[in-house]
């Protein structure tokens, strides 16, 4: 389970306002920590190889468990929506952004829904 905390900017569900803050609590599937190096490697002309660390890049693979409430739903919407053009949110105290795309997908004809995204910290 995890918590998040977003501000509202799009596609925004009855009785919520733009602009406010709001936290969405779903249970997780998968929440995989990937990090990415950023390094520079240079061989010099003997054959040794020097490298320069420049960054570590924290990405998260994140799904959520299948969910079909409709309240529940509207609200993951929103919160996907309204990061979508790279405003910051937080899971678990921890800032992010979200990283490409995300999609959201019928589990089996049930009825049920899952949401799939990745995020980087920053």
Known sequence: MAV???TA???????????????????LTRFDRKP???????TSLSGRQFNT??????FRDIQTAA????????????FLDS???GETFQIDSVDHVLDGDYSESLVELSGFYSF???????
């Open 4 to 6: 998040f905390n977003y």
């Open 9 to 27: 900017k799009r596609n925004v569900t009855g009785g919520r306002s733009v602009d406010s803050s709001y936290n969405l609590t779903l249970n």
């Open 36 to 42: 990415k190096r950023a390094v520079k490697t240079a």
């Open 53 to 58: 660390f420049h960054r570590l890049e924290i």
């Open 67 to 78: 969910e079909d409430d409709n309240d529940t739903l509207a609200q993951a919407r929103e």
């Open 83 to 85: 990061c979508a053009g």
């Open 116 to 122: 799939s995204f990745r995020a980087r910290e920053v």
